[in-house]
């Protein structure tokens, strides 16, 4: 039985996906949890085979923190629409979810899921690390099914 | 030698990465989670949607009686609600597990009802008064608190006058 290339490298990649980040004009405490639980070795998000990359060309699972402000909204879109197919979407933190309390403020476009598809929620203001942990063991599951 | 000595002290006390999500993970006690919202000892004053920041709680008129809505995914777990409700009706518990899929987005609710009763004196609609003794000074005997509880505001002020 012999396995096709696109076959192997499909069963290796659900093994680590590629961490990306998109701060969509967060006030930065949310990045601080994904800082923590990228490079405290107490929560290790590579332990889940996840590594944070630095291009969205080598993204497989986006992180985004922070309520879409109006400055912001249209590089976050181009930088989303950089990042490959198949991709999973986790909004950390309540301000993409709904725009927290920085909703229906002028500066505000509104909760992220109106301009992206969002995957998976992680609420909390910061959630704490295992709670991202959490969330992006949810990525993963979604990531698998998407290959 | 010294990188011995850190040698068998790591290799006495183990890794120090938290086995979370393949293991049980600690939680810090009196950690702000999900809220919890006891309706049995709610009266209504409507402190917490006062002083909620993310704008998270609302109360509404229904003809069944006053609702209370908390929606997790715009709240900041800053436990105001909690400090300044005066029943200890509402409370935030430790649990932390909250990641959830888009599709359960509005679900993340907390519900209550505060049903509307009719004034056993005047006949006027009102919300019950909760059975919390903190809420009490002044009705001492069970029988006065449930007199108490089924009469209106107005009726109330009567009641705690000595008027009726």
């Not at chain 2, 903190?134 to 108490?148: I, L, N, S, V």
Request: glycine share 8%.
């Amino acid at each position: 039985m012999s396995l096709t290339r696109s076959q192997i490298v499909r069963s290796l990649s659900a093994r680590s996906p590629w961490l990306y980040r998109i701060n969509a004009g967060s006030c930065n405490g949310c990045d601080v949890e994904l800082a923590t639980t990228a490079c405290i070795p107490r929560y290790d998000v590579e332990r889940l085979g996840c590594q944070y990359c630095g291009s969205p060309k080598h993204a497989d699972i986006v992180l985004i923190t922070g309520p879409m402000t109006v400055r912001v909204k249209d590089k976050v879109l181009r930088l989303y629409e950089e990042i490959p197919d198949p991709k999973v979407t986790v909004a950390v933190g309540i301000c993409p979810i709904s725009g927290g309390v920085f909703r229906e403020s002028y500066a505000v476009c509104g909760a992220m899921d109106q301009f992206l598809p969002i995957d998976v929620n992680v609420p909390g203001c910061p959630p704490r690390p295992q709670a991202i942990l959490e969330g992006v063991a949810k990525a993963i599951a979604v990531w698998k099914e998407r290959l | 030698m010294n990188f011995l000595k850190i040698l068998a002290r790591n290799l006495a006390l183990g890794p120090s990465t938290d086995p979370f999500p393949f293991g049980e993970t600690f939680t810090p006690k009196g950690l702000r989670g999900r809220v919890e919202f006891d309706a049995e000892n709610c009266t209504a004053c409507r402190y917490c949607e006062q002083v909620c920041i993310g704008g998270a709680i609302r109360f509404s008129k229904t003809p069944e009686g006053m609702r209370f809505l908390l929606w997790h995914n715009t709240c900041t777990f800053c436990g105001l609600c909690e400090f300044y409700c005066p029943t200890h009706a509402i409370h935030l518990t430790e649990d932390w597990h909250l990641a959830h899929g888009n599709e359960d987005k509005y679900a993340m609710v907390e519900n209550g009802l505060l049903p509307t009763i009719v004034c056993t004196q005047c006949g006027a609609e009102a919300i019950a008064i909760a059975p919390n003794p903190t809420a009490f000074k002044e009705p001492a005997t069970e029988g006065q608190k449930e007199q108490y509880r089924h009469l209106c505001a107005r009726c109330r002020r009567k009641f705690l006058q000595g008027a009726l």
